[in-house]
């Protein structure tokens, strides 16, 4: 197993554009094992983006299994280098992230798209998210293009606290 230290706000590479993995090998693939593991370690946690592990790269995991949000899903899964090439309409709803431990706040995203990009394996994959799969893969879609949730929020009004749970 192999898990490792999430960067936190203001980490450079959480807001630096991710770099494309390009060619899937070796290093892709332990890339994203360790992202697998990482997300499988920290509690309640339903995605993760190699920049937020410190890895400059375009490539995130999600996993939503048992989620009661969520309507597809397609159990744990790595994308390299993916696209959106389809999105539905928008809608708000609250997000927290590993990078900011600290705060929630409320985002508008599509509530389904289509997105296209490479697995472990290195063949195409395309996935058709939607719910709460949907606002994963797209939170994951922003780190790899530096920003996170706070970039998306509408306002300083749109942003809480995040309540622990005992």
């Known amino acids: ?78 994308v390299f280098d993916p696209v959106v090439s389809d999105a539905g309409p928008r809608q708000v709803a609250r997000e927290g992230c590993l990078s900011v431990p600290d705060l929630t706040g409320d985002v508008a995203r599509p509530v389904a798209v289509t997105v296209t990009g490479l697995d472990p394996d290195a063949r195409r994959e395309v996935l058709h998210v939607d719910a709460f799969e949907a606002r994963a893969v797209l939170h994951e879609l922003d780190h790899l293009d530096g920003l996170v949730f706070l970039d998306r929020v509408a306002g300083p009004h749109a942003v809480f606290p995040r309540k622990v749970y005992r």
Not at 58 to 76: I, L
């Open 1 to 78: 197993m192999a898990v490792v230290a999430v960067r936190l706000l203001p980490d450079p590479v959480l807001i630096t554009p991710a770099e494309p993995v390009g060619a899937v090998g070796t290093a892709a693939r332990r890339l994203a094992t360790d992202l697998l593991d990482t997300m499988a370690a920290a509690p309640a946690c339903v995605g993760l983006a190699a920049p937020q592990i410190g890895v400059g790269v375009r490539a995130f995991a999600v996993d939503v299994s048992g989620h009661r949000k969520a309507r597809s899903c397609h159990g744990p899964f790595v």
